[in-house]
């Protein structure tokens, strides 16, 4: 088991950068796949990225490829979602979450999740 919290989210103008950290309890946080979520007012929570437990395999979004970019550091106990040109529709509560399985995370029922942090982005 292990505890999450994000950080990192704020309010940004459209084209602009944030980088999203996940920081987890636990001595086992090598062996669990990770991913981000996001939900947006009144739309259910969406998949946006997940990682594997060595961060050999990555999965993405088709509304984030080639815009965001998932990392982990075993080492930290850390996840990071680099995301880069934002846009308005990319406004919403980042979850981070994870799960022993990473088909499980990209599937969106991982076992473990976050509080959760705003990011907003304005035109």
């Known amino acids: 088991q292990v505890q999450l919290v994000e950080s990192g989210g704020g309010s940004v103008q459209a084209g602009g950068s944030l980088r999203l950290s996940c920081a987890a309890s636990?001595?086992?946080?090598?062996?669990?796949?990770m991913g981000w979520f996001r939900q947006a007012p009144g739309k259910e929570r969406e998949f946006v990225a997940a990682?594997?437990?060595?961060?050999?395999?990555?999965y993405y979004a088709d509304s984030v490829k080639g815009r965001f970019t998932i990392s982990r550091d075993n080492a930290k106990n850390t996840v990071y979602l680099q995301m880069n040109s934002l846009k308005p529709e990319d406004t919403a509560l980042y979850y981070c979450?994870?799960?022993?399985?990473?088909?499980?995370?990209?599937?969106?029922?991982?076992?473990?999740w976050g509080q959760g942090t705003q990011v907003t982005v304005s035109s």
């Open positions: 979450a994870a799960d022993v399985s990473p088909r499980t995370v990209v599937g969106g029922t991982p076992t473990e």
């Open positions: 636990g001595r086992t946080f090598s062996s669990y796949a």
């Open positions: 990682i594997n437990w060595s961060g050999g395999s990555r």
